[in-house]
């Protein structure tokens, strides 16, 4: 799967679509006029853009997801170690907790996590 | 359009001036609050826009209107009289600009070196350059100006060119950051987080809105923001767009450019200050740092917009270290000098009047605004020749039906209708410029309270001289004619009128030995006439053939003019196919000109020609020789 990227704009519209799908277009229109101050080809041309990226598609004028929320995000998160730790878990965990402590529910958590996987 | 690219050219100069003032005052200002520098940038934004200025005595703009461009445009006929008459510049126009130039000095405006080394000492240098420095920048002068008249319409060209890619330039980074833009999301009170931009900028005209990119720093945001109001209260994203509108106008200025570039340092820097003057010092390098990491990963944007980091930020960050709060009495002191380098800057010298009291000296040329064409004057005129000419009037109009003389009539623009107070009359006076070389100089006086004083005229070009004046008196007005002979073309001519009342011709303006005469009174019998120079010039004649005189004839270094009259004041004979001839000193016999194209002007009683001549040096003329069709020669002897 290529990588996607979303602007901090883009993502705001894309929990947006996720939160209501499936979505009339003109529906999203309404929604971003309110909100985002947005004129309404503005809120189509970010649409197409999305669904270009595979995100989402259009079905008619139903915005509906190729990709869930959760699993967009996970798929990002394993690009960024990936990119930023060369895909070293340890790395980003040590990265991550260098500058606090972890409270004694989270690292349970983590155990419990490390446990069902080997398992 | 040549027109305006001459305004612009004209108020480009001094404003190039006051641009070098500028930088120079800025230098003294570092330690003051920038904002001051921004106002004097203001001054010449003002400069840059205004083509009127008041004058004041204090000012130290040393040219008003250096570069008195007359002419408008060249059609072809005028192009071929061009090469025709060897380097000399036919106008065809009327002054762009109202010209004072009472010394002469005029500036090559494509050279700012050169007018550098004339601000730098400016009265000093006008008395060491009075020898041969001064006449060659004056040919130097002349021939450039010759050369912009002449490409007048390419250089026109180029330069709307040069304008149109800045306001596409300008339309198309408008457009396109609309659309980028159009994406933003709210993100506090009139602030907008955008993806697609690489900056914080403040975009729009009567609605502005602070953008800022979406990957900005969360501690980075506060500083920015900050910043940013700030120029949005001081309504600096319009000061930057109307930089570089100027900008876009004056683009072949590099004293612009100039400006320009340390505006937008300075604006810049004026905001930075404004916002740290209230900051601790560590929120200060706080605020250094955000200054960085936003300047880091950007490349310079060209633009009309406010970028966060945008210019010069070592220079930002140095100003920022070195800031300290301005004391009252530094802004004061700053505002105060913004004051009377407003003043300075703003105004054009008066020019001086040394003997203005008894005198009313009008010097005028002719502004495109009140243009108007000579025909509705034509017919006036010939109202007023009719009475006096009988049944050959016809013949007298009707050269300029003809297509040499129908030229001359093309060539016809009349100048100010400004109407004048002048020693206790009004003039209103016109001007009709036939080719650069020879100019008709007319006025009425209108509203005589007692009798009509004599007037005279004069120029202040060098080599020029008037060749010959009526005055018609009527009941209520006085019309004046006169023929002023340029040697060469010279777009600066100042028209000085003055009362016999108060006497003379202005010495000053007139630059005593500057002006050359080559008058030459003719006195002419049948065959030939023996002739001295430099006398007066008196009407002597010399018949022709029966009934028809010639009667002042005056010799230029370009020109020859002479009246044709007929002693019964009934007809007015046309040289057409006259040939006149020069006999030199050494003995050479030089064809003056075989009258193809006179320039012919009718007082209403004799017929004034004037022709145009390969140079001539009138000093080493001995004889002139006019034959006409018919054979009668005349020879005229000058000793």
């Known amino acids: 799967m290529q990588e996607i990227q979303l602007g901090v704009v883009e993502s705001r519209f894309a929990d947006m679509i996720w939160e209501n799908e499936p979505i009339s277009s003109t529906e999203l229109v309404k929604m971003t006029a309110g909100e985002f101050n947005w004129a309404r080809t503005t809120t189509h041309n970010v649409i197409r853009r999305l669904c270009d990226k595979g995100i989402f598609v259009n079905n008619g004028g139903t915005v509906t997801s190729l990709i869930s929320r959760e699993e967009f995000y996970s798929m990002q998160s394993k690009q960024f170690v990936e990119n930023t730790f060369s895909g070293s878990l340890p790395a980003f965990i040590a990265a991550f907790t260098r500058d606090r402590n972890l409270t004694e529910g989270e690292i349970g958590q983590i155990r419990a996590l490390i446990d069902d996987m080997e398992g | ?639």
């Open chain 2, 1 to 639: 359009m040549e027109r305006i690219l001459f305004q612009i050219l004209n108020l480009s100069i001094p404003a190039g001036f006051i641009i070098m003032v500028v930088v120079i005052l800025r230098l003294f200002l570092k330690r003051a609050p920038r904002f001051i520098t921004c106002l004097l940038w203001g001054i010449v934004a003002i400069r840059l826009m205004c083509p009127f200025t008041v004058e004041s005595k204090i000012s130290i703009v040393p040219w008003s209107n250096p570069i008195p461009i007359h002419n408008e445009y060249l059609s072809k006929s005028d192009e071929a009289l061009l090469s025709h008459s060897g380097g000399i510049v036919l106008t065809e126009g009327q002054a762009s600009v109202i010209v004072v130039n009472h010394d002469n000095r005029i500036i090559d405006e494509t050279d700012p070196a050169e007018a550098a080394a004339l601000v730098s000492g400016n009265s000093e240098a006008a008395t060491l350059a009075s020898g041969n420095s001064r006449l060659a920048l004056m040919n130097l002068t002349r021939e450039i100006n010759n050369f912009i008249i002449r490409k007048a319409h390419i250089l026109s060209l180029i330069w709307i060119i040069g304008v149109l890619i800045f306001m596409a330039y300008g339309g198309i980074t408008f457009v396109s950051l609309r659309k980028e833009v159009s994406e933003a999301i709210p993100y506090g009170d009139n602030i907008y987080i955008c993806d697609n931009i690489a900056s914080p900028f403040i975009f729009g005209i009567l609605s502005p809105r602070i953008y800022l990119p979406s990957s900005i720093d969360g501690a980075d945001i506060s500083h920015v923001i900050a910043h940013e109001m700030v120029h949005m209260r001081r309504k600096d994203y319009l000061w930057k767009i109307l930089a570089f509108i100027l900008l876009a106008v004056y683009w072949f200025t590099p004293l612009v450019w100039v400006a320009y570039i340390l505006f937008s340092k300075d604006i810049e820097i004026a905001c930075d200050e404004r916002v740290i003057s209230n900051m601790k010092p560590e929120e200060k390098k706080a605020y250094a740092v955000t200054l960085l990491s936003c300047s880091v990963h950007k490349k310079v944007i060209f633009t009309y917009l406010l970028h966060f980091g945008e210019t010069g930020v070592k220079e930002r960050v140095r100003a920022m270290k070195k800031y300290k709060k301005p004391s009252i009495i530094v802004s004061v002191a700053g505002l105060l000098l913004c004051a009377v380098a407003a003043v300075c800057l703003l105004t054009n010298p008066i020019i001086d009047d040394k003997d203005g009291e008894g005198k009313a000296e009008i010097v005028y040329a002719a502004s495109p605004d009140n243009v108007y064409n000579t025909e509705n004057e034509e017919s006036e005129e010939e109202q007023q020749t009719e009475p006096q000419t009988e049944p050959e009037t016809e013949r007298q109009t009707e050269p300029q039906t003809e297509p040499g003389c129908e030229q001359v009539e093309d060539m016809e623009y009349a100048g100010s209708i400004q109407v004048y107070e002048f020693d206790g009359c009004r003039v209103e006076p016109r001007w009709y410029v036939y080719d650069g070389l020879v100019l008709f100089f007319a006025y009425d006086v209108l509203d005589w309270e007692e009798e009509a004083p004599d007037i005279n005229v004069s120029t202040t070009i060098e080599n020029a001289y008037i060749s010959d004046y009526c005055i018609k008196k009527t009941e209520d007005t006085v019309i004046m004619q006169a023929f002023i002979v340029c040697p060469y073309f010279n777009p600066s001519i100042d028209i000085i009128l003055s009362a016999s009342g108060s006497n003379s011709i202005d010495e000053d303006s007139m630059g005593a030995d500057s002006l050359e005469k080559y008058i030459i009174s003719v006195g002419m019998t049948e065959g030939k006439t023996v002739v001295s120079k430099d006398t007066d010039c008196i009407a002597y004649t010399a018949s022709m053939k029966e009934g028809i005189h010639i009667n002042h004839i005056d010799i230029s270094t370009s020109a020859i003019s002479f009246t044709v009259a007929d002693s019964n004041q009934d007809a007015v004979l046309e040289p057409v196919g006259w040939i006149i001839s020069a006999k030199m000193k050494d003995g050479r016999e030089k064809l003056i000109s075989n009258m193809q194209e006179p320039l012919a002007l009718s007082d209403g009683v004799n017929m004034h020609y004037s022709f145009l001549t390969e140079e001539l040096k009138p000093e080493d003329i001995v004889e002139i020789i006019i034959s006409t069709a018919e054979g009668n020669d005349t020879s005229i002897i000058i000793e």
